[in-house]
């Protein structure tokens, strides 16, 4: 993957100097493609199925597909699968949820969908929802290996299975495109004893976003000729998908009231946060390219939002952050008198400075192992890491949400495939196995094993009951 050299700005059609809410001096937008016709895609102005868009993704993946499966334990107590994916000897499990896009998945669901899989004894599970998990949920699924698919996930997995995709060896141009700083050998090397045993399945998806570079100097006065100005300029990043804004301004209210956040509303933000800092401070490079190799299939997502449309809700944005209310003193035959007086910009009056198209190189992991599958998801960029569900061991995660220890895996079990940290590994004959695949070990009946689990839990929940007792103020 290389930059090339500089390219002359092409102007667009429909270019920024005919929209009217635009100023002159901006004439085209760096890095822009033809778009066709404007689409915002996320899943509810699809219109699309979230069970639907789910499949279409599994299918492609390589799986044959059934839907609303009753399968009956050994029981015969009947449970029912959204969708049951089989790819060889692999079977998964999915379970769909479509919320209102205000409201994250809690770890109810998690323990719903986590019990109902063991009941019938199946390993690889993927929960997907249109909008965000909970902190809580989230750590339940990583230490129960539960993969867990967001709206942004799907909307990424969504067209790059279905649109995009490079054939073998073909090579894209990009205009603009932040550069891979993190290679496929880096993000796929897995620090265990026995990384042979699993299988990657390798994406880079290339996900555009606009910058805009915003300016705004106006100056108002109120009937007492009191003079009020608003000064400001700033960033504001648009996802070219759905036209969301990812990092917008806040006030000093907002930040106040994000000490106040639930923990699912700030785990939405961290990719957003990230992906606005590296375009932010990585410098973009120019007729940037990249291959697509037999170790990985390049998805390169094309804009279905006008930079029009994307540049309008950025002046919105600007008018609605930068607007405030004033006050000013008048005579009356009663005295002086405070009145109110709104500070608002007008549309022509936001200069949009620079608007660029640029590139966000991400790659997408799936690790398979065994019957479970891990996931592993980094910006290519910055080779920061937002989800890696193999690295940690799930027997070291938390208790009642509290972090207590974090344990590194070091291999993987030979029979099911899960990967543990030493406490929980052991090898024997040269092969590592969990303990409960352990062939040195008894096997234990099912009640002896809730038994010891109650006996692990009730001492965990002990130990934490003295550390709250010590420090009962921390955990208010």
């Known amino acids: 993957m290389t930059g090339g050299v500089s390219a002359a700005n092409n102007p667009s059609e429909g270019s920024d100097a005919a929209n009217p809410v635009v100023p002159e001096s901006v004439t085209s937008t760096e890095g822009e493609e033809e778009i066709a016709e404007e689409k915002p895609m996320s899943i509810y102005q699809l219109g699309m199925n979230l069970e639907d868009m789910t499949e279409k993704i599994i299918q492609r ?97 969504f067209f790059s299975m279905t649109l995009g ?49 915003w300016k705004l100097d106006i100056v108002r006065f109120d009937p007492a000729r009191g003079k009020h100005s608003i000064h400001a300029s700033g960033v504001f990043i648009v996802d070219a998908l759905d036209g969301e804004i990812i990092n917008p301004k806040e006030s000093i209210t907002r930040k106040l009231g994000g000490l106040f956040k639930t923990s699912e509303e700030k785990q939405a933000k961290r990719e957003e946060k990230q992906i606005t800092e590296d375009l932010t401070t990585i410098r973009p490079e120019r007729k940037y390219d990249v291959y697509q190799t037999s170790e990985y299939f390049v998805s390169r997502l094309k804009p279905t939002v006008r930079t029009e449309s994307a540049q309008r809700s950025v002046i919105e944005q600007v008018i609605d952050d930068t607007k405030r209310e004033d006050s000013y003193d008048v005579r009356t035959r009663h005295g002086e008198d405070s009145r109110n007086f709104f500070v608002i910009a007008k549309a022509h009056e936001v200069q949009i400075r620079k608007a660029q198209l640029i590139y966000v190189p991400k790659w997408t992991l799936d690790i398979e192992s065994g019957q479970v599958t891990y996931m592993r998801k980094v910006l290519a960029a910055s080779k920061t890491v937002l989800v890696d569900t193999i690295s940690q061991c799930p027997r070291h995660f938390t208790i009642k ?76």
């Open 61 to 157: 993946m390589g799986f044959s597909t059934e839907r609303r499966q009753r399968l009956a334990d050994k029981y015969g107590v009947k449970h029912e699968i959204d969708i049951l994916a089989t790819r060889g000897s692999r079977l998964r499990a999915v379970e769909c949820k479509n919320y209102d896009p205000s409201r994250a998945v809690g770890i109810k669901e998690l323990r719903d969908f986590h019990t109902k899989l063991t009941s019938l004894k199946i390993k690889d599970a993927l929960f997907v929802t249109n909008t965000v998990y909970s902190s809580e949920s989230e750590k339940f699924a990583v230490s129960n290996n539960i993969n867990c698919w967001d709206g942004d996930q799907l909307k990424e997995r």
């Open 165 to 213: 995709r490079l054939g073998s060896g073909q090579q894209t141009t990009l205009d603009l495109s932040l550069p891979v700083a993190a290679t496929y050998q880096e993000v796929s090397k897995l620090e265990l004893a026995n990384p042979g045993l699993a299988k990657i399945i390798a994406a880079l998806i290339l996900h555009p976003y606009y910058r805009f570079e």
């Open 401 to 476: 949400d509290i972090q207590l220890v974090k344990k590194q895996t070091v291999a993987l079990c030979e029979l099911c495939g899960a990967a543990f940290c030493k406490d929980h590994i052991s090898l024997v004959d040269g092969k590592y196995y969990c303990d409960e695949h352990n062939p040195n070990e008894p096997e234990a009946d099912q009640s002896a094993n809730e038994e010891k689990d109650d006996g692990v839990t009730s001492k965990a929940e002990e130990s934490l009951s003295k550390v709250k007792s010590k420090f009962g103020s921390f955990f208010k």
